[in-house]
């Protein structure tokens, strides 16, 4: 039996807005994150087939793996806000942590959410990625944290929004 251990960790939640009514951001984002085809990657014969697939599907680093309309997931409360989640992420990518500690997984994929906010703005909410893994207290995984920043800070450019400071640091 392995030990049992707690290990606190901040967290940094991002909002960002975006220039687009949100079913405009929504269909940005979408194509920006495709979702990923688990057919395509089981049909590969090797890793080496796995990444060049995954740099096909994910020209900007992140495929969708999960999608959930919120807002329809709420129909019939008193609820009427308009909201996307998202799981997004790569597996070629966390695959680079997976290795060192699987317990990784555990904020991998990233948790995505477009939605529209208490002004009628439209808003992209995501938890930084170098915060989270660099809980992990291992330099190779706290490295893939960092890249994921810096691929997050093209994602957000990409839909039109101002890249937090926070996400640039010494990424840039």
Same mark, same amino acid.
């Given at each position: 039996?392995?030990?049992?251990?707690?290990?606190?960790? !901040?967290?940094?939640?991002?909002?960002?807005?975006?220039?687009? #009514? /949100?079913?405009?951001?929504?269909?940005? /984002?979408?194509?920006?994150?495709?979702?990923?085809?688990? $057919?395509?990657?089981?049909?590969?014969?090797?890793?080496?087939?796995?990444?060049?697939?995954?740099?096909?599907?994910?020209?900007?680093?992140?495929?969708? /793996? /999960?999608?959930?309309?919120?807002?329809?997931?709420?129909?019939?409360?008193?609820?009427?806000?308009?909201?996307?989640?998202?799981?997004?992420?790569?597996?070629?990518?966390?695959?680079?942590?997976?290795?060192?500690?699987?317990? @990784?997984?555990?904020? $991998?994929?990233?948790?995505?959410?477009?939605?529209?906010?208490?002004?009628?703005?439209?808003?992209?909410? @995501?938890?930084?990625?170098?915060?989270?893994?660099?809980?992990?207290?291992? #330099?190779? @995984?706290?490295?893939?944290?960092?890249?994921?920043?810096?691929?997050? $800070?093209?994602?957000?450019?990409?839909?039109?929004? !101002?890249?937090? !400071?926070?996400?640039?640091?010494?990424?840039?």
């Amino acid at each position: 039996m392995g030990t049992s251990s707690t290990i606190e960790h !901040q967290t940094r939640r991002l909002l960002v807005a975006l220039p687009q #009514p /949100y079913e405009e951001a929504v269909t940005v /984002y979408e194509k920006l994150v495709p979702p990923v085809d688990p $057919a395509a990657f089981a049909q590969a014969g090797s890793w080496n087939e796995v990444l060049e697939i995954a740099a096909l599907t994910a020209p900007h680093g992140f495929m969708c /793996y /999960y999608r959930s309309d919120i807002g329809a997931a709420m129909a019939g409360s008193p609820s009427k806000g308009r909201a996307t989640q998202y799981l997004m992420g790569n597996h070629t990518i966390a695959e680079r942590m997976f290795r060192h500690d699987p317990a @990784v997984m555990l904020h $991998a994929p990233l948790r995505t959410l477009v939605f529209v906010g208490p002004d009628g703005g439209t808003t992209f909410a @995501v938890d930084q990625p170098s915060l989270m893994f660099g809980s992990f207290n291992d #330099p190779i @995984v706290t490295a893939v944290g960092r890249e994921l920043d810096s691929l997050l $800070a093209t994602l957000i450019r990409l839909l039109g929004g !101002q890249v937090p !400071q926070e996400l640039i640091g010494e990424n840039e």
